[in-house]
């Protein structure tokens, strides 16, 4: 029996895939941190606000974050101008 090397499973994918995906819930996990940071830190929106912005940002932590900042920062940047 002749063993092939073309034939062995790489040894390096499943530390590649772990190293990946590991990087992508560290992004994620940052985004969120610093949306809700922000959101609970915003002078702008009242506690209810914040609450609400909080609740979107853990239950939803992609599209919560990113929410707050293209609407959220928005307004509370163009909140105390106006």
Same mark, same amino acid.
């Given at each position: 029996?002749?063993?092939? @090397? *073309?034939? #062995?499973?790489? +040894? @390096?994918l499943p530390a590649t895939?772990? $190293?990946?995906?590991? =990087? $992508?819930?560290? *992004?994620? =996990?940052? #985004?969120? &941190?610093? !949306? =809700? ?7 702008? /929106?009242? %506690?209810?606000?914040?609450? @609400?912005? !909080? =609740? #979107? $940002?853990?239950? *939803?932590?992609v599209l919560g974050a &990113? !929410?707050?900042?293209? #609407? %959220?920062?928005? /307004?509370? !940047?163009? %909140? +105390? *101008?106006?």
């Amino acid at each position: 029996m002749r063993i092939v @090397l *073309a034939e #062995l499973p790489n +040894p @390096l994918l499943p530390a590649t895939y772990d $190293i990946v995906w590991s =990087l $992508i819930v560290v *992004a994620v =996990l940052a #985004l969120m &941190l610093t !949306a =809700l940071w922000q959101a609970l830190r915003s002078k702008a /929106h009242t %506690g209810g606000q914040q609450l @609400l912005w !909080a =609740l #979107l $940002i853990v239950l *939803a932590p992609v599209l919560g974050a &990113l !929410a707050w900042f293209v #609407l %959220g920062r928005q /307004h509370s !940047a163009a %909140g +105390p *101008a106006a």
